[in-house]
């Protein structure tokens, strides 16, 4: 099993900043792609940005030049700085990381979901 354990969300004022961790941790041989997700009230989980085991990232219009993914291979996380936060920005955060785990007797791929983070803008 691979667990995630998300961390740094919470309430900032509009043009604030955050940064969104991510740790994973379990039967893990490698990781390959991680990534970030939000979903607002009401609406479908969307991609926020994405970081190859390469460093190679791709981060939705919506969040371009605010926003940056990165990624310590060493400590298996992946993390979110977010700037010049907007209200719109409103949401749950996902993190989601796929690689390949082992067990006794399998070997295979796994995807993984954390457990959410709130990211609230007001003032």
């Known amino acids: 099993q691979v667990q995630l354990v998300e961390s740094g969300g919470g309430l900032v004022q509009p043009g604030g900043s955050l940064r969104l961790s991510c740790a994973a941790s379990?039967?893990?041989?490698?990781?390959?792609?991680m990534a970030w997700y939000f979903q607002a009230p009401g609406k479908q989980r969307q991609s926020v940005a994405t970081i190859s085991s390469g460093g190679t990232t791709n981060v939705a219009d919506s969040v371009k030049g605010r926003f940056t993914i990165s990624r310590d291979n060493d400590k298996k996380t992946v993390y979110l700085q977010m700037n010049s936060l907007k209200p719109e920005d409103t949401a749950v955060y996902f993190c989601n990381v796929k690689g390949l785990t082992e067990r006794i007797g399998f070997r295979g791929p796994f995807e993984a979901w954390g457990q959410g983070t709130q990211v609230t803008v007001s003032s």
């Open positions: 379990g039967r893990i041989v490698s990781i390959t792609d």
